[in-house]
């Protein structure tokens, strides 16, 4: 099946390596704003009976929401035979319970709408916490690839005698598979939430690793208090200025610039959100889902 | 049935006014967004086997959608016996047809998309110019009001000596409509547009109304560069400044300011969108469909 690539205002770096690598066109678009804030939408290229793979990361999602289903919509309605969503970051995965009457499962809720207009996703690292697997709420194929061997190698091409710090028990799992594959200790920090912005962290007796350079390592850097916190207790603990290492760059308000303001050595993040941080180059794993993906939803 | 308010953010004081003519409470809400720009929805009364009145007026649509499809699921699953959204302005509406292809029929996917979640919709004149009806793209109980009896009644208790203008033949029905029961004379004038923002206007011979107030009536003030040059046609014939009304206040960008600018006596709207020129209150339409709409979604 022929292919062809779709992409989302911000996404066109992404979408360049992605064309490249499958050796497939991006389509041409006209994806703008009227003056009344109503999005106008128009795919000039023909996408009759073609696998339309569109390039939409959902940080910020509601902004965006709106245009990617009309986009998918008139793929469709053009006689595209299928569409996969790449959507490296993927939105409304953290609010997972009803931890209060009256609020609602929104993970749940997003992806019934995005399953109406993708026939598949494709996604890194998603935040699956209590939610198992995407398949628990999205009712059309997943992919679920993930960052920690790319983070891996980054880190043994680049840093000698690091020591991987994960910022809560959340992140264990990931944070050991990273330090294992790339051959170096870990350690992981104790994180109590109170409200969005506040938290507290214990950290364990560090002095044994005085002489390493720490990575803190997360899934999602968005307000970057749990990090600015460790880098705190990091220094006052007498060990090197750490490095910062995100999956995904959500980066709220003015978190990046506070993040280099609390003394780090550098941040360090995967493409899967634009930023100038990006360094980490995740798209070869996304090929093969897209190559493979063959399927007409009826 | 007993009927509880949940206003989006922006619409309080159109609930409260609809809450107080028809005596029923407004429900508190949590609508808010996390640092990461995701919406974060709760209720916090009771709101199982009541009818569920929501008010959110939808310019600038894509940043609303997604906090009135969450609160709107998390009341049916809290209960609520059904859904009715008031959207006096409602959006999407003017791209109703497919000029080129790979466009796409954006009114009808909108309103696919919002018949999901609303069991019921009213509005106030939306712009229907090739779709006929609003049944003929929204899938749930609709209602349509109008806005010219109550501008009619404001012409004749505010102004002396008025000639209504409308800016083009798409207004004409609309606009003889508001002078008739008004008992004024009107004059229509021809648009020819060219883009979004730019836009050509013929008049008529208006020496017979120099002694008179004009008063230019469109349905949607958006750019409002249509407004501006019917203004200055108006100006260079000698007629005095007009007062331009509309029904529906979307002031795109600078669009208020420059309208001042081009010379009017004053711009006054109806309160289907909040904004400082809001002087003609039609809640009162609203109230017998809300009082009557009685409809469970299957």
């Known amino acids: 099946m022929n292919t ?3 992409s989302l205002p911000g996404n066109e770096e992404l979408s360049s390596i992605i064309a490249s690598k499958l050796d497939a066109p991006i389509g041409r ?41 009309f986009l998918a919509r008139i793929a469709k309605e053009q006689g595209a035979k299928c569409t996969c969503l790449v959507a490296p970051y993927l939105a409304y995965m953290r609010q997972d319970k009803i931890f ?12 019934s709408l995005v399953s109406q207009f993708a026939d598949s996703i494709i996604t890194v690292d ?9 398949d628990d709420i999205y009712t059309v194929q997943t992919e679920v690839v993930h960052a920690a061997n790319h983070i891996s190698s980054w880190i043994s091409g680049n840093i000698s005698n690091p020591v991987l710090v994960g910022p809560d028990s959340e992140s264990e799992q990931w944070v050991s598979e990273v330090a294992k594959n790339a051959g ?18 214990s950290v364990p007796d560090v002095t044994l690793f005085n002489d390493h350079t720490p990575l803190l390592i997360d899934d999602i850097i968005s307000t970057a208090r749990t990090m600015i916190q460790t880098v705190e207790h990091l220094k006052n603990a007498g060990m090197k200025p750490p490095v910062c290492i995100g999956v995904h760059a959500v980066f709220a308000d003015r978190a990046y610039q506070d993040l280099l303001d609390s003394g780090v050595e550098k941040v360090i993040t995967c493409n899967t959100i634009p930023h100038i941080t ?7 794993l996304y090929l093969d889902f897209i190559r493979q993906f063959n399927f007409l939803k009826i």
């Open 278 to 284: 990006n360094a980490i180059d995740l798209s070869d």
């Open 126 to 134: 998603p935040h699956l916490h209590r939610i198992q697997k995407l």
């Open 29 to 69: 678009t006209t994806i703008r704003r009227f003056p009344d804030g109503e999005s106008y939408i128009r795919i000039h290229d023909e996408v009759k009976g073609k696998k339309v793979v569109i390039v939409c990361t959902l940080h910020q999602p509601n902004e965006k929401l709106l245009s990617l289903y």
């Open 184 to 201: 170096v200790p870990f350690m992981v920090l104790e994180k109590i939430r109170h409200g969005d912005r506040k938290v507290e962290v």
């Open 100 to 111: 209060n009457k009256g609020e609602g499962l929104t993970s749940k809720y997003f992806s």
């Open 4 to 6: 062809i690539i779709l």
